[in-house]
C-alpha cells in the first residue's frame, strides 16, 4: 500500500517557523514527484511547491518563493517543508502528495494527484 504521512503543523505565531515531514512508503522516491499543496479555509487545494527526486529539481509557487524550502531524504523517504516568515495567511490544512515523474519534475494541479497524504493543520496566530 502507498502511504504518505503527513506531519509537524501546529500553531506558532507570525514570523515564526515550522517544519512539515511527509513520510513516503510504498512506492519509490525516484519515480515520483512529491508535492505539498495547502488547502485554507474557503479556499480550494492548490499547489505549494514540488520536489523530484529523479532530477533534483524543486518548484515553487509565487507566493511562496524565498519563505518556504523544499527537500528531501532519500535515505529515509521523507520530504520537507521548511515554512520561514509565517504569516496569518498561510493558515491551511498542508497535504503531501505523490504523482509520477520517473525522468524529470512534473508540475500539476490537484486533479492530476495520483496519492494524498493526510493534512496537517497550520495555524499562524497571535
Known amino acids: 500500500d502507498v502511504q504518505l504521512q503527513a506531519s509537524g503543523g501546529g500553531l506558532v505565531q507570525p514570523g515564526g517557523s515550522l517544519r512539515l515531514s511527509c513520510t513516503v512508503s510504498g512506492i519509490f522516491l525516484d519515480e515520483y514527484a512529491i508535492g505539498w499543496f495547502r488547502q485554507a479555509p474557503g479556499k480550494e487545494r492548490e499547489l505549494v511547491s514540488v520536489f523530484a527526486n529523479s532530477d533534483g529539481n524543486t518548484y515553487y509557487e509565487r507566493s511562496w518563493r524565498g519563505r518556504f524550502t523544499i527537500s528531501a531524504d532519500s535515505a529515509k523517504n521523507k520530504v520537507y517543508l521548511q515554512m520561514n516568515r509565517l504569516k496569518p495567511e498561510d493558515t491551511a490544512v498542508y497535504y503531501c502528495?505523490?504523482?509520477?515523474?520517473?525522468?524529470?519534475?512534473?508540475?500539476?494541479?490537484?486533479?492530476?494527484?495520483?496519492?494524498w497524504g493526510q493534512g496537517t493543520l497550520v495555524t499562524v496566530s497571535s
Open positions: 502528495a505523490a504523482w509520477p515523474a520517473p525522468h524529470s519534475i512534473v508540475v500539476v494541479a490537484a486533479s492530476a494527484v495520483r496519492y
